[in-house]
T-cell receptor, first 113, second 117 residues
Framework: SQQGEEDPQALSIQEGENATMNCSYK?????LQWYRQNSGRGLVHLIL?????REKHSGRLRVTLDTSKKSSSLLITASRAADTASYFC?????????????FGSGTRLQVQP | DAGVIQSPRHEVTEMGQEVTLRCKPI?????LFWYRQTMMRGLELLIY????????DSGMPEDRFSAKMPNASFSTLKIQPSEPRDSAVYFC???????????????FGSGTRLTVV
């Protein structure tokens, strides 16, 4: 079953614009991670945020986490055509103690040059 | 490091045949995961190992699926007999072992695209 659900399912923007993707999850977590997947490739780890953190930055990426709402957002600033990919959030499950990540359904981002 | 290596990249097989997918994790990583990705169901965890020991195989669809990790540098996922509904991309991933509620990021292989006809 899907632990995380990303919103929107698809997003199309112009190069230079910011892209925001949201993720909602269902259980208590220890941490949340974001991954990128280019077409036909494996997933690439982008950033990890712990449950006691509210915001984290990495280059052009900004992730927020609201554990009270069980939601997270990924912001990509000044997007580039190379950012075109699918983006997934993933969480562990503190309630069951399951350490392996469960992935959401993903947001397909298209950045138009 | 060459990353997580999966083979083959593509596999086309006939229904009823045995299929074996292979994975070499990153050296030093002690957790290994097998995921399956389809359009309908997204990414599903099939099984994962810590220090070569299977920890959770509740995602393995049925008895036709089996996975082994005979040593720290090799794992296999076997489907016998294969069925058309097994068609998917199968990913292997590895990471350092999670501890005290802290996970590490996963490194994924490029996947094996399996088509069962």
């Amino acid at each position: 079953s899907q632990q995380g659900e990303e919103d929107p399912q698809a997003l199309s923007i112009q190069e230079g614009e910011n892209a925001t993707m949201n993720c909602s999850y269902k259980t208590s977590i220890n941490n949340l991670q974001w991954y990128r997947q280019n077409s036909g490739r494996g997933l690439v780890h982008l950033i990890l945020i712990r449950s006691n953190e509210r915001e984290k930055h990495s280059g052009r990426l900004r992730v927020t986490l609201d554990t009270s709402k069980k939601s997270s957002s990924l912001l990509i600033t000044a997007s580039r055509a190379a950012d075109t990919a699918s983006y997934f959030c993933a969480t562990d499950d503190q309630d069951t103690g399951r350490r392996a990540l469960t992935f959401g359904s993903g947001t397909r981002l298209q950045v138009q040059p | 490091d060459a990353g997580v290596i999966q083979s083959p990249r593509h596999e086309v097989t006939e229904m009823g045949q045995e299929v074996t997918l292979r994975c070499k994790p990153i050296s030093g990583h002690n957790s290994l995961f097998w995921y399956r990705q389809t359009m309908m169901r997204g990414l599903e965890l099939l099984i994962y190992f810590n220090n070569n020991v299977p920890i959770d195989d509740s995602g393995m669809p049925e008895d036709r699926f089996s996975a082994k990790m005979p040593n720290a540098s090799f794992s296999t996922l076997k489907i016998q007999p294969s069925e058309p509904r097994d068609s998917a991309v199968y990913f292997c991933a590895s990471s350092l072992r999670a501890y005290k509620g802290f996970n590490y990021g996963y490194t994924f292989g490029s996947g094996t695209r399996l088509t069962v006809v």
